[in-house]
Nanobody, 120 residues
C-alpha cells in the first residue's frame, strides 16, 4: 500500500528552475533512506541526490551547488529544488525510499517518474 507520487516536472529554459515533489505514504518515513534518481533515454539511471536516514544530503557532482534535496516530516515529502538548469538535466526523475540493515536491503519503493525537459 506504500506509494511514492511525484509531481512538479515540466519544461524549463536553461538557467531556469523547477521543484519536484514526492509524497510518501509510509508511516515510518523517518526510517528510510531517500533519494532522487534520473534517467535520460538510452542511459543508465543515475543517482542525483540522497539523504540517508538521520543523515545529511549527498549530491552527484553534476548537480552539486544547483540542486537541493529536502525531506519533511510529518508531511513525508521528498523535494528536489533544481536551479540553474542545463539541457543535460533533461530526463525522467524518480524518487526512491529504502530501508537497510548492515548493508542488506529490507524494502524499497519507487515513484512512477516525472519528466523534466530543459530546452536549449
Amino acid at each position: 500500500q506504500v506509494q511514492l507520487v511525484e509531481s512538479g516536472g515540466g519544461l524549463a529554459q536553461p538557467g531556469g528552475s523547477l521543484r519536484l515533489s514526492c509524497a510518501a505514504s509510509m508511516s515510518d518515513f523517518s526510517s528510510y533512506d531517500v533519494a532522487w534518481y534520473r534517467q535520460a533515454p538510452g542511459q543508465q539511471r543515475e543517482l542525483v541526490a540522497s539523504v540517508p536516514s538521520q543523515g545529511i544530503a549527498n549530491y552527484a557532482d553534476a548537480v552539486k551547488g544547483r540542486f537541493t534535496i529536502s525531506v519533511g516530516n510529518p508531511k513525508n515529502m521528498i523535494d528536489l529544488q533544481m536551479n540553474s538548469l542545463k539541457p543535460e538535466d533533461t530526463g525522467t526523475y524518480y524518487c526512491h525510499a529504502e530501508r537497510s540493515y548492515l548493508g542488506v536491503k529490507l524494502d524499497d519503493y519507487w515513484g512512477q517518474g516525472t519528466q523534466v525537459t530543459v530546452s536549449s
